[in-house]
């Protein structure tokens, strides 16, 4: 662990502990990480969202500084908090945008090794959501690890060190979500 890693550790533990100065020094020496995270979620939103990476990045901010019961452990906890909340608003973001509409048509996601997703123009957040639901219903360990490798960026040993899993076992679990994603978000 460096000393950047070491001090956003010291950071959060002192956030935790209800101490507001530490958010605000926290959120400099983290801002980089978390834009990166809203990028990547919205990239793979195709162009329907209206967010750009700051907004997300702020809406975020603002439903982590409410957390006031939370524990942090490490930056890569943090990471995994954050990219669930930043979901969760783009999620919430396409439902009221999509509620007067006509249901979402058919999806096809393509993941690859490398995290990147080939993703058709029509895709929906909400089906990608809704599915990520369904696998986290009677695999939860799957659908942590698809969200801090997919959505938080997350590498494996980031994984290895939030879930306390060997790297074996973060890697599997990988290719089952993968496996299982893939087939549920083909086309019928």
Known sequence: MNAQDEDIDRL???WSADSAEALS??????????????????????TRSTFTPTELVHETYLKLAGQDRTIWQNRSQFLAVAARL??????DHFRQRNAEKRPPRQLRVTFSPDLNVSVEEHLEALAVNDALSRLESFAPHLAEVVELRWFAGCGIAEIVQVTGRSEATVKRRWKLAQAWLQKELRPR
């Open 86 to 91: 930043m979901r969760r608003i783009l999620v």
């Open 25 to 46: 020094a926290l959120m400099p020496k983290i801002y980089f990480e978390l834009k990166q995270c809203a990028r990547r979620q919205l990239r793979r939103e195709s």
């Open 12 to 14: 959060l533990a002192e």
